[in-house]
């Protein structure tokens, strides 16, 4: 591996139209990380949303997991830990040569074509909202950090 390579990447991607621009909980600006609370921006985007807004349900975010899985499988990729939530999915990978940008898009739409084979409410319509954040993770300890969030943290957490 490249020492400028990250030992993994921290990918988050949430459900379409639950986690807007200008959200109160806080939001990231591409290019200038996390901002604050607006909440004019969250209901001008909220008023552009198009489709209904679909939460996962229990079976719903088991095909995510195993999608994400099988798609890491396939390309030679190790995934650390994975949980799909109700409106959001977050992985940690290792991809050595890819850009977490590229990892995040791949595991999207690999679990796109798994709702949608299965779920008729997912076709023909967005499942994620557009981009989603990646951040490199440099160390065994942040390693260990980030699968500890993503395997148990999130069970603790008001929005499951």
């Not at 779920?119 to 980030?146: Q, Y």
Request: net charge positive; charged share 25%.
């Amino acid at each position: 591996m490249n020492s400028d390579e990250p030992i993994a990447f921290f990918i988050t991607w949430t459900v379409y139209g639950t986690h807007l621009q200008g959200d109160e909980r806080g939001w990231r600006r591409r290019g200038h990380g996390h901002q604050p609370p607006q909440p004019r921006l969250e209901q001008w985007h909220r008023t552009r949303v198009k489709q209904a807004i679909v939460l996962l349900n229990p079976d719903q975010r088991t095909v995510v997991e195993t999608e994400c899985q099988r798609h890491c499988d396939h390309r030679g990729w190790r995934l650390w830990a994975v949980n799909a939530r109700t409106n959001h999915v977050h992985a940690v990978v290792t991809a050595v040569g890819s850009s977490g940008a590229t990892v995040r898009d791949q595991l999207k739409a690999n679990g796109t074509r798994g709702l949608r084979k299965q779920w008729e409410v997912f076709r023909d319509r967005p499942v994620w909202s557009v981009g989603g954040d990646w951040e490199c993770v440099n160390n065994e300890e942040d390693l260990e950090t980030v699968c500890i969030y993503v395997r148990e943290a999130q069970d603790r957490m008001q929005f499951k």
